[in-house]
């Protein structure tokens, strides 16, 4: 079992950028990819991005294409994802997701949740 930990969201004005970490611990020796979740209020949570257990495959919604950015680093355990450019319709609660191998976009693909870190984007 891997445990996930989300961490650096804030506030932040329009075309501003944060970067959120997935710290994992536990079963960190098994080669899991890591999904990048949003929730909006009042909407449906949705694939942000994702990364393969190497790093060497990467997937993007259409609105991060060219924004947000999804990297790891394996020697501490740790994905990134780089918001660039943020607008106030990427606020939400971002959650990190691990699955074996392979990223996915399909949520009900990975088994091991984050508890979520929230960003807010003022315009």
């Known amino acids: 079992q891997v445990q996930l930990v989300e961490s650096g969201g804030g506030l932040v004005q329009a075309g501003g950028s944060l970067r959120l970490s997935c710290a994992a611990s536990?079963?960190?020796?098994?080669?899991?990819?890591v999904g990048w979740f949003r929730q909006a209020p009042g909407k449906e949570r949705e694939f942000v991005a994702g990364i393969s257990w190497t790093g060497g495959s990467t997937v993007y919604a259409d609105f991060a294409k060219g924004r947000f950015t999804v990297s790891r680093d394996n020697a501490k355990n740790t994905v990134y994802l780089q918001m660039n450019n943020l607008k106030p319709e990427d606020t939400a609660v971002y959650y990190c997701?691990?699955?074996?191998?392979?990223?996915?976009?399909?949520?009900?693909?990975?088994?091991?949740w984050g508890q979520g870190t929230q960003v807010t984007v003022s315009s």
């Open positions: 536990g079963r960190t020796r098994s080669r899991h990819a």
């Open positions: 997701a691990a699955r074996d191998l392979v990223v996915v976009r399909t949520q009900s693909e990975y088994h091991n």
